[in-house]
């Protein structure tokens, strides 16, 4: 089955900075990929997905990029904000939709 | 219209005891999962329905665990002589499924077993 590795585990970064998160799958057959944002006590909520046939996508302060070659893609938030503060997951998908998720990256955004 | 919801939102059973927690799907959406989500950790994948098709249930932890959806829309969660290794907050996610694999969360019922 899908196996999916993320890091780093947790993520300091000043206000204004960037912060970039990094994943690794290990099924070629995934075509799919989301990254969630999940604040305490709170449901994830999908921030940005890239599919297999795009290499990069943006959106305002969120990039995600994916080589397939590889199997890895990461996550990028410029000019970082203290409300980017939250646990941040990739996930990888199979053909049905049913996600892996990686361990989750905390990230503090400190003023 | 509104998004995924769940209920109890809040679940303390005695060890030992049944529960069952309901997800309601965003309206339309084929595709629905439940997650379980250990603190501290990312959601683990529990099972797939595809209209009232549960079409993987792989990731069920034990025959202690049960889920349906009958009608398609509605789904309930049931846990079976619950043990305190089953305390987690438990999520349902919903999609328009047919290739379109964005899912949506609900807010998730946290089980605590005691």
């Known amino acids: 089955g899908e196996n999916v590795e993320q890091h780093p585990s947790t993520l300091s970064v000043q206000e204004g900075d960037s912060a970039v998160i990094k994943c690794t799958y290990s099924d070629s057959a995934s075509n799919y990929f989301p990254w969630y944002k999940q604040e305490l006590g709170k449901r994830p909520q999908l921030i940005i997905d890239i599919r297999s046939n795009v290499g990069e996508k943006k959106d305002q302060r969120i990039a995600v990029t994916l080589n397939k070659t590889a199997k890895h893609f990461s996550l990028h938030i410029t000019e970082t904000q203290p409300e980017d503060s939250a646990v941040y997951f990739c996930?990888?998908?199979?053909?049905?939709?049913?996600?892996?998720f990686g361990a989750g990256t905390q990230v503090v955004v400190t003023p | 219209g509104a998004g995924v919801s769940q209920s109890p939102r809040y679940k303390v059973a005695k060890r030992g005891q049944d529960v069952a927690l309901r997800c309601d799907p965003i309206?339309?959406?084929?595709?629905l999962f439940w997650y379980q989500q250990a603190l501290g950790q990312g959601p683990e994948f529990l099972t797939y329905?595809?209209?009232?098709?549960?079409?993987?249930k792989s990731g069920l932890p034990s025959d202690r665990f049960f889920a349906e959806r009958p009608e398609g829309s509605v789904s309930t969660l049931k846990i079976q002589r619950t043990q305190q290794e089953d305390s987690a907050v438990y999520l349902c996610a919903s999609s328009l499924g047919q290739g379109d694999y964005e899912q949506y969360f609900g807010p998730g019922t946290r089980l605590t077993v005691t």
């Open positions: 996930a990888a998908t199979d053909s049905w939709g049913k996600l892996q």
């Open positions: 309206s339309g959406h084929v595709s």
């Open positions: 329905f595809q209209n009232e098709a549960q079409l993987d």
